[in-house]
């Protein structure tokens, strides 16, 4: 069964750290590109940053750039989100999804995805 589990929310101080995890089981990710998307309440979900399956391109959306990093790990089957200087309005549930498409470039598109995660909540409050 394939399945995508999120881990590393919580809680943390307006400009603090927490750094994300993707594992995926029942599927390997090194072919797929993977995304990571959020919803805060009573906003639509958007894309927060996604990353090729090579690890050789990354997107990123502009209210992220310069303090979240995404990486992956093959090897460990499972793909990061670093998050630095964290503000209140990164508040929302963290999903990441996977781009069943072989080797395909990645997109900030929730579209494009084909298998989500349950999600992981990320709160930034003083």
């Known amino acids: 069964q394939l399945q995508l589990v999120e881990s590393g929310g919580g809680l943390v101080q307006p400009g603090g750290s927490l750094r994300l995890s993707c594992a995926a089981s029942g599927f390997t990710l090194n072919y797929y590109a993977i995304g990571w998307f959020r919803q805060a309440p009573g906003k639509e979900r958007e894309g927060v940053s996604c990353?090729?399956?090579?690890?050789?391109?990354?997107n990123y959306a502009d209210s992220v750039k310069g303090r979240f990093t995404i990486s992956r790990d093959n090897a460990k089957n499972t793909v990061y989100l670093q998050m630095n200087s964290l503000k209140p309005e990164d508040t929302a549930v963290y999903y990441c999804?996977?781009?069943?498409?072989?080797?395909?470039?990645?997109?900030?598109?929730?579209?494009?995805?084909?298998?989500w995660g349950q999600g992981t909540q990320v709160t930034v409050s003083s």
């Open positions: 990353i090729k399956n090579s690890g050789s391109t990354t």
């Open positions: 999804a996977a781009d069943l498409e072989l080797f395909r470039q990645c997109v900030l598109s929730s579209v494009r995805y084909d298998y």
